[in-house]
């Protein structure tokens, strides 16, 4: 069967896009060449009942932000693109943030598009930027991982909690690599992640949900487009609309809608597009858009956060020494 931590403070983007600015104009502005394309276009293999075959394990691993620095184009060059991953990783906390005998993010690098380097997941608005209305910016204007408080589980983002999934809808991406497997069957396409993930299962027989049951990756209806398999969520619970990201936390209402695009479109890249309408927090719809990789080791492994684990209530009680230390005038 076919897999983190950043520092997300809110001015996360506007704190590296001084120095990726000044990485541009160390740079040659030199574009390169699209990646040599074929004659003819390439068609994805088919399933022994003929729809397009999209199985396997599909890495993706990136230093691109959802949300675009400023004063940087959508796509930058080669020898630009390596300069900006590099200030993203020292810039974002995850120099600091690694065991010095463990490689644990590999070489730095921007995500890649068909053959183009990419600033950000965000492709429209044009700026790359989240188009959060007056509660959207309330409500992500802190830091993700820092959560809310200590004084309850619940204060606590869900991926410290072992309960959110990057893989969840939209899919989200990392510094490390993410792995995704993707299994079909005539009625159903499931989806798992080697993190944090339940089982996700794309209903392709258009099999409903009561509106009562919602959850935080909600209820995925799928069919075909041509080759492009096109997936529209809804029925997310709301409860915790923050996620996850490259930069400024994500907010997905219980009224969103996600619909996610998956085209193969070779032998091992798979492109993926998606479309936020959530009324609540945005507005207006907004898209992204990056490639998974193909992983030929075809191979996902258990991932060992749950919701059980013991750094929950180690982190509850560190807090609590905290305040009593405070209390007690106590300073080393």
Known sequence: MTALLINT????????????????????AVSLPLAARPDEPY???RTEYGEPDLQGVW??????LLERPEGLPLVVPAEQAAGIA????????LAGNTDPDIDNFGDQRLARVNGEYR??????????RLPYNERGLRESAYGYFNGIGFDHPKQRPGVERCIEAWAAPPIRAFSYQLYNGIVQTPGKIAIVSEENAPLRVIHMDGQSRPDAIRTMEGHSIGHWEGDTLVVETTHYDGSTPARATMGRPMLISSEARVTERFTRISESELLYRYTVEDPVYYTEPWRGEFSMLRDPRNHIYEYSC???NYSMTGALRGERVVELRAEFGLTD
């Open 59 to 64: 890495g993706v691993r990136f230093n691109s």
């Open 119 to 128: 600033t950000s997941v965000i492709v429209y608005p044009e700026d790359g």
């Open 86 to 93: 590099q200030v993203v990783y020292e810039r974002g906390g």
């Open 9 to 28: 403070r809110p001015d996360y983007t506007r704190t590296v896009s001084t120095a990726l600015a000044l990485c541009a104009l160390l740079s040659l």
């Open 43 to 45: 068609q994805a293999p």
């Open 306 to 308: 749950h919701e059980g």
